[in-house]
């Protein structure tokens, strides 16, 4: 019997402004993409129907020409005060290991949508919505990468920064410090 293994596809990303010194590569940019909301309106035999423009979702890829609905794709650094969920880009060293990250992500949490898997220049990133913690100023976009040396306990070290509703990038230890 052969097993059935689910794969997220791979789409190339545009270069993103956040550097990863360790690694010496670029995070792709995140898009905030904006879709509309179709609704069939009960009053109109023609089938017209009303469109209500909502941001509802975000990508590492700017899919405003490949898939219906979406209206514009716009480039963030921040999200805004009003988003309900934090994102996380993470660095994979493959897209086996990209893939089984966001298995893992949808198995700890099924009511998220399913992120993606992005290549830019060589390099393997995924995106995942997390919850906002209270703790937090407020939404934020997270970047980590596994970086392996040997002078570490476990010969992995994260880095792991962050970029919060003022729009400013900081080194943080949320995911993996010492709680």
């Known amino acids: 019997m052969e097993d059935q293994i689910l794969k997220f596809p791979t789409r190339v990303a545009r270069r993103g402004d956040v550097w990863c010194e360790p690694l010496k590569i670029y995070f792709p940019q995140v898009y905030r993409l904006v879709r509309k909301r179709v609704s069939l309106s009960s009053a109109a035999p023609s089938f017209k129907h009303n469109e209500t423009v909502v941001a509802c979702d975000f990508s590492l890829f700017n899919l405003k020409d490949d898939v219906a609905g979406i209206a514009k794709a716009i480039p963030l650094r921040r999200l805004s005060p009003s988003d309900d969920r934090s994102l996380v880009i993470r660095h994979h060293w493959s897209e086996s290991l990209a893939n089984a990250y966001l298995l893992g992500v949808e198995d700890t949490d099924p009511n998220q949508p399913r992120g993606g898997i992005y290549e830019t220049e060589g390099e393997i990133f995924t995106i995942a919505k997390c919850r906002t913690r209270k703790c937090w100023s407020g939404p934020m976009i997270f970047y980590l990468a596994d970086l392996f040396e040997d002078d570490s306990d476990i ?16 080194e943080t230890d949320i995911f993996y410090g010492d709680d």
């Open 155 to 170: 010969g992995v070290q994260i880095w792991e920064k962050s970029v919060g509703i003022d729009g400013e990038l900081r």
